[in-house]
């Protein structure tokens, strides 16, 4: 998940604390051109932009501006885009979605249900989202006029909207997802893309919705996160996608520039998952053993500062769903050493890369707190432009370290947990929690489900593989009047966005 780019003219010489070096003249030029914005952010090498393969954030930024969606997730709401409405019939066993009949793609074509159905047909093929449109009946999808689409499930999903559309619906013409020069209805048109630089987009004028106000978006891969820091810093972009912690001083302290904060909602949980396919973690005991014996506080604050929260090991915080009344997990080293010598565990190993800032600094500081109960921890580091690509290695390693966008409980359940999802890091998925999830997904009764969501929540909790110590905003650095861009699920869309 990381990219390539030769930063050279990019970066001052010296640390982030010349960063004024290039700042004044290269801020100059940008305020020439306000109508363009230049986005540096981490991407994978030779990354294509199939969106249902994607591999880190590039594809989604890419494509999120270019495209449309039905349904996006806007700072954790489900909010209609090309659907006017979604409906379900009295079991939530079939789906009919209205489309806003003024919408066209790039070519001037209209957006048509059988586009739809066509792009539902490609992400449910997908490798990266295909866990998510498992319940559809992809064979019984049909158009029911130009602008009305029909989804039957084959299990009744009251969630539909906010666990399956709002995590990816993006319609492509002729539903042809799987290339590099996507034809789709967004505010914007993809001009170039290469897999070792970046991509341009300029502003399509003749947008079904309100058109954008900037004219120009380029996106360039750039890996080192203090390098993309530098670059906003210095003059030579005005968009900084996911910055660390550590350097939001340098940000704030620049004139010019300043930290975009996300909130919890828009934020990452950062996690260590515990494989209960391998030994120790197969193993419940040593599972709660490392829940124990792990410092969540001291995490947060050395690698979050003020940008974090503490982890209760749930997905989902500050969001709707999430069991805000489960006790808070504190640490206890007595009782996790007990546990951890009665079952012989004296050495750990973990794998990590740094993916998204403070992955690695989580890593080295577990190796120092489980120091204090006796465990030796080895620490793989693996680079992360090549970090996704052996998910069978990923399958076998005892221990990752890890992060993931922030959802709401039952919208990530098919991102965190499944036996057919290659990305489900645990491998946990007992019998009991799949009963909780059906009844939760299925159930048309408000406090039944509301009563299996809780209760999955606490199975999660106690006895699952994710070890989730804390939640971090997710920051980016921006110009000093570049405002309005919108997170769906994290990722910027410059649609609304305006330089003033």
């Not at 670059?231 to 004139?255: C, K, N, Q």
Request: hydrophobic share 40%; with cysteine.
């Amino acid at each position: 998940m990381k990219f390539g780019l030769a930063v050279g003219s990019m970066l001052c010489a010296g640390a982030l604390a010349l960063a004024g070096c290039a700042g004044e003249s290269g801020r100059a030029d940008a305020e020439q051109g306000s109508g363009t914005v230049r986005v540096v952010m981490l991407g994978s090498d030779n990354e294509s932009l199939d969106y249902g393969a994607a591999q880190s954030y590039f594809p989604w930024v890419v494509v999120g501006n270019v495209c449309d969606s039905l349904v996006i997730r806007k700072d954790g709401e489900a909010t209609n885009v090309l659907a006017d409405q979604v409906v379900p019939n009295a079991d939530a066993s079939e789906w009919t979605i209205t489309l806003h009949g003024e919408a066209t793609f790039h070519s001037g074509d209209p957006v048509t249900a059988d586009d739809v159905v066509a792009s539902i047909r490609y992400f449910a093929e997908s490798p990266g989202f295909g866990g998510f449109y498992s319940a559809v009946d992809v064979a019984g999808l049909k158009a029911l006029d130009e602008h009305t689409v029909s989804v039957p499930l084959r299990t009744p999903r009251t969630d539909f909207v906010e666990a399956v559309l709002s995590a990816a619906s993006v319609v492509y013409q002729d539903g042809k997802g799987a290339t590099d020069d996507p034809s789709c209805s967004g505010p914007f048109t993809l001009d170039s893309y290469s897999s070792g630089t970046g991509a341009v987009l300029t502003r399509f004028d003749g947008y079904w919705g309100r058109p954008a106000t900037l004219e120009r978006i380029e996106v360039r891969k750039l890996n080192d996160p203090t390098a993309r820091v530098n670059a906003l810093v210095s003059g030579e972009a005005d968009y900084a996608f996911d910055i660390p912690s550590s350097t939001a001083s340098t940000v704030t302290g620049t004139r010019g520039v300043r930290v975009v904060e996300s909130g919890v909602a828009n934020g990452g949980a950062f996690y260590f998952a515990l494989n209960t396919r391998v030994a120790p973690f197969d193993d419940p005991d040593v599972r709660r053993a490392l829940k124990l014996v792990v410092d969540r506080r001291q995490l947060v604050d050395v690698i979050f500062g003020d940008y974090g929260e503490v982890g209760n090991d749930l997905f989902g915080k500050g969001l709707p769903g999430y069991a805000d009344d489960i006790e808070q997990r504190e640490r206890d080293v007595d009782e996790a050493r007990g546990i951890l010598r009665a079952a012989g565990v004296s050495e750990l190993s973990i794998t990590v890369s740094e993916v998204t800032p403070g992955l690695t600094d989580s890593a080295d500081l577990l190796v120092r707190q489980l120091a204090d109960v006796g465990v030796t921890v080895t620490v793989n580091e693996v680079d992360p432009s090549g970090f996704f690509t052996d998910l069978d290695g990923l399958h076998r390693a005892q221990m990752i370290a890890m992060y993931a966008v922030n959802q709401p409980p039952m919208a990530g359940l098919d991102t965190w947990y499944g036996a057919d999802n290659p990305y489900a890091h645990t491998g946990w998925h007992p019998e009991r929690f799949t009963e909780l999830v059906s009844t939760a997904r299925t159930s048309t009764d408000e406090a039944t489900r509301t009563q299996a969501v809780e209760q999955l929540q606490r199975l999660q909790r106690d006895d699952g593989g994710y070890l989730i110590w804390g939640y971090r905003q997710q920051l980016s650095g921006a110009v000093e009047g570049l405002h309005g861009v919108v997170l769906n699920q994290g990722t910027p869309l410059f649609g609304s966005a305006s330089r003033g």
